[in-house]
C-alpha cells in the first residue's frame, strides 16, 4: 500500500479517469440500448408493449437486486477485480443476446446482464474515493458521472440509428462489440487497488446499518423518491417510441431516435439543480424538479409534435434535477452508513425503472397514451406527497444548513 494516491496531472490519475469514463459509457450504453427497439421486439415476438419493455426491466431488475451484494463482495474480493469481471462478461452477454432464438431466452439475458453489470456502479465511486488524492477526486467522479450519462444517450442512439438500416440483432451485436472494447480498455487502463483493504462480508454489521437507514426519518422517503423518479423516468421513454411511429407522427426508429439528445438538457439540469439547492435549499428544488416532471408530462398529451418534444425536454430535465437532489440527501443524512444508504438508493432507482417500466406498457395497451400520463401523474404526486413530507424532516446535525 506504500505510494502516494492518484493526483491529477499525473499519468496513472490520467489512466484511471480514462478507463472510468470508458467504464461508465458501456455500463449505461448497455443497460438502455435497448430501449428504442422495444417497438422491434413488440413486432418480431408478436409482443405487448408490456411484455417488451421487459428487456429493459429484466436488466434494471436484475441490477437493483444485485447492488448490495456486488457491492459486499468487492469488500472482500477487491473494487478492481470485480469492475473489471462486470464489464467482460456484461459485454460478452450483451454480444450473445443477438443470437437469442426467442425473447425468453433474449430476457434471460438481460437479466443476467443486469446481475454482473452492477459490479461497476455498485463499486466505481468507492474505487475512485480510495485511490484518488481528495483535492483530484472530483475531477475524476464528474468524468466518470459524465461517462455514464453519455453512455445511457449514445447507446440508444446508436441502437436507433443502426435500425435504420440494420436488423435489431446485427445493432445488438455491434453495441455488444463496442462494449467489449470499451471493457477491454478499462481492463488495461485501470490502475490496481493500491488502498483497499480486504475485509469479511459482517452479516450482523450489514442488519445494524439496515435497522438505522430504515429507522431515519428521511432516508425512506428519498428511496421511495428514487423509485418514482426513476420509474417515470424509463416508463416516459420506454413507450415513446410506440406513439411516435403511429399517426400522426409515423416517425422512424432513426427519427425517434434523435429525442434522446435531450439528454443534454438533463445533463445541465442535474448541475443547475445543485447550484439552486445551494441558494435555496434541497426541500425546495425538490418540489420544483417533481412539478416540472408532472408539467412536461401534461405537455405530452396533445398530438403536436412541437408538444411533445418540449414536453420532454421539461421532463428530462425535472428528473436529472430530482434525482441529483434526492441522491445527494441520501449522502448527507447517512452519516456512517453512506455506502449502504446509497446502495439502498440505488437499488429502489434500479427497481422503480422495472416495476414501472413495465406497468405503464400494461397502461399503455389499455388507454394508450392518456393512460400512460395519468399513471405517471398519480405516481408523481406520490413523488411530491414524500417531497413534502421530507419538508418536514428536521436536518442532521451533521448536514448542511440547506438540507
Not at 22 to 32: C, D, H, I, K, P
Not at 207 to 224: K, Q, Y
Not at 260 to 278: E, H, K, N, P, V
Request: glycine fraction near 12%.
Amino acid at each position: 500500500m506504500a505510494g502516494e494516491k492518484l493526483r491529477f496531472g499525473s499519468a496513472a490519475y490520467m489512466r484511471c479517469a480514462q478507463a472510468m469514463f470508458a467504464g461508465g459509457f458501456s455500463t449505461f450504453s448497455m443497460l438502455y440500448c435497448v430501449q428504442p427497439l422495444l417497438p422491434l421486439f413488440a413486432a418480431s415476438f408478436r409482443l405487448t408493449p408490456a411484455a417488451a419493455s421487459g428487456a429493459v426491466s429484466a436488466a434494471t431488475g436484475g441490477m437493483a437486486l444485485a447492488l448490495i451484494p456486488a457491492s459486499l463482495l468487492s469488500d472482500r474480493l477487491g473494487r478492481s477485480r470485480i469492475m473489471n469481471i462486470s464489464l467482460l462478461l456484461s459485454a460478452l452477454l450483451m454480444m450473445a443476446s443477438a443470437f437469442a432464438p426467442d425473447f425468453g431466452s433474449l430476457l434471460v439475458m438481460r437479466a443476467l446482464l443486469g446481475i454482473v453489470l452492477a459490479g461497476l456502479p455498485a463499486v466505481g465511486m468507492a474505487y475512485l474515493s480510495e485511490e484518488v488524492e481528495p483535492g483530484s477526486l472530483g475531477r475524476a467522479l464528474g468524468l466518470y458521472i459524465a461517462g455514464n450519462a453519455l453512455g445511457g444517450m449514445s447507446g440508444r442512439l446508436l441502437a436507433a440509428l443502426l435500425c435504420e438500416w440494420l436488423s435489431w440483432r446485427s445493432s445488438l451485436g455491434i453495441l455488444g462489440a463496442i462494449a467489449l472494447a470499451s471493457a477491454v480498455l478499462f481492463c488495461r487502463g485501470l490502475p490496481p487497488s493500491r488502498f483497499f483493504t480486504p475485509r469479511p462480508i459482517d452479516a450482523a454489521h450489514l442488519a445494524a446499518g439496515m435497522r438505522r437507514i430504515c429507522a431515519d426519518a428521511g432516508l425512506p422517503w428519498l428511496f421511495l423518491c428514487g423509485f418514482v423518479l426513476m420509474g417515470c423516468f424509463v416508463s416516459l421513454y420506454n413507450l415513446l417510441g410506440f406513439r411516435l411511429e403511429q399517426a400522426p407522427f409515423a416517425l422512424t426508429p432513426g427519427e425517434e431516435g434523435l429525442i434522446f439528445t435531450l439528454y443534454m438538457i438533463g445533463m445541465f439540469g442535474s448541475a443547475w439543480a445543485g447550484r439552486l439547492a445551494d441558494r435555496i435549499g434541497r426541500r425546495k428544488v425538490l418540489y420544483l424538479m417533481v412539478l416540472a416532471m408532472a408539467a412536461g408530462l401534461a405537455l405530452t398529451a396533445p398530438a403536436s409534435l412541437t408538444s411533445i418534444v418540449a414536453g420532454i425536454a421539461i421532463f428530462t430535465f425535472g428528473f436529472f434535477g430530482g434525482h441529483s437532489i434526492a441522491s445527494s440527501w441520501v449522502g448527507l443524512r447517512a452519516g456512517s452508513d453512506k455506502a449502504l444508504a446509497s446502495a439502498l438508493y440505488l437499488s429502489s432507482y434500479y427497481l422503480g425503472s422495472s416495476v414501472l417500466g413495465t406497468s405503464s406498457g400494461w397502461l399503455w395497451s389499455r388507454w394508450q397514451w392518456s393512460g400512460v400520463v395519468a399513471g405517471q401523474l398519480a405516481v408523481l404526486a406520490l413523488c411530491l406527497a414524500a417531497a413534502l413530507r421530507l419538508g418536514r424532516v428536521t436536518p442532521l446535525s451533521t448536514t448542511t444548513r440547506r438540507t
